[in-house]
């Protein structure tokens, strides 16, 4: 069964919706680490003592990202992962950067709460961010969401193809549209190696309007092998009304320049002023809650009729499947065939 490709986002920092327990937390911020890898919102929270953090949701999918290491001690480092109280995980080595290591899928459809214990002797142990997929009444305002490359409201050219977990296209003019509700949009994408090292530029307009243009570095020439760039921020659209809008995106490079990668978007929120758009009703009320809130499933716009739902959920299963091997490669045990949630096993991460 494919997970949603749309999730809601909670960024470390927000000690709000996260309760963090323990004297060593502490707030941390970074940009890309010596591996090229970014953290949610450049922003991250993290301990070098033993503590715990839990956090509460109403969904059926959630995912705990760990950020990257700042510094490595001589300790040792372990975590424990439940939901419900229920152990879904125990883990030891480093915490991986941008990584899930926590995740439990295929919840029924209702609060929840998942809580990480951590274990160290003067190893830092960081956190990214966490993800989760809300119930489809839920009804969500002042959010950011998380919006896969393979979710159906991305409409790409023929001339994209994958890459690992991403879309990407060495095709001069290629293009990308995207329809949503929200505020402002972030396009989140990958620096692959094994390709042109020229950097090049890509172009972007909201709602047919003065085309932008953004930059599209290369890996450095030396060393001949470079390392990736993940969870890069391409570019962000942001201040837009609260109304339906149009993402449209076109590559200016070609097969002699690096390649304009897609791993995900980011969607913010916020509450939307009383008139609405009558080519984008909202939903109808919920348990007597007014109609000028959104759902989750409104946020990012229209999605493709029922046959092309069924045409494409294969597809969908697979880029997930793959994905989650992905990101968790480095925790080690398992996910149940049933997809019922991590195994409760000890793995060690090298």
Not at 127 to 141: A, F, G, K, M, V
Not at 221 to 228: C, D, G, K
Not at 304 to 328: D, N, P, T
Request: hydrophobic residues 35%.
């Amino acid at each position: 069964m494919a997970t949603s490709t749309r999730q809601v986002v909670v960024d470390a920092s927000d000690t709000e919706k996260i309760r963090y327990v323990g004297a060593g937390w502490v707030n941390g911020f970074g940009g890309d680490d010596h591996e090229g890898i970014s953290v949610y919102n450049h922003s991250m929270r993290g301990t070098s003592i033993d503590g715990s953090l839990s956090f509460t949701f109403r969904g059926t999918d959630v995912n705990v990202i760990g950020a990257p290491l700042i510094s490595i001690g001589v300790g040792k480092l372990s975590w424990k992962c439940f939901v419900d109280n229920i152990l879904i995980g125990e883990y030891a080595g480093l915490a991986p950067g941008n990584l899930f290591i926590c995740t439990k899928y295929n919840l029924s459809d209702t609060e929840h709460i998942i809580t990480l214990n951590v274990t160290t002797t003067s190893q830092q142990f960081w956190l990214d961010s966490i993800r989760y997929t809300p119930s489809p009444s839920l009804l969500l305002e002042d959010v950011t969401v998380f919006v896969d490359n393979g979710d159906l409201g991305i409409h790409l050219d023929p001339y994209w193809v994958s890459w690992d977990v991403t879309q990407l296209t060495q095709t001069h003019n290629s293009t990308m549209t995207f329809s949503f509700i929200g505020t402002s949009v972030a396009w989140i994408g990958v620096i692959p190696e094994n390709y042109p090292r020229n950097s090049t530029s890509g172009i972007f307009s909201i709602d047919g309007g003065e085309p932008r243009t953004f930059p599209l570095i290369g890996l450095d020439p030396e060393p001949a092998m470079v390392q990736r760039k993940i969870n890069q921020l391409f570019f962000t659209a942001s201040g837009l009304s609260t109304s339906t809008h149009t993402l449209s995106v076109t590559y200016q490079g070609d097969d002699h320049h690096t390649p304009l990668a897609l791993d995900f978007l980011y969607i913010t929120t916020s509450t939307p002023s009383n008139t609405t758009n009558d080519s984008f009703p909202p939903p109808p009320p919920l348990s007597g809650l007014a109609t000028h809130h959104i759902t989750v499933i409104t946020i990012a716009g229209f999605v493709a009729g029922g046959l092309a739902v069924i045409l494409m959920v294969l597809g969908l299963s697979f880029r997930w499947y793959k994905r989650r091997k992905l990101r968790s490669r480095v925790v080690t045990g398992e996910i149940d065939p049933t997809r019922l949630g991590m195994q409760p096993l000890r793995r060690h991460i090298s």
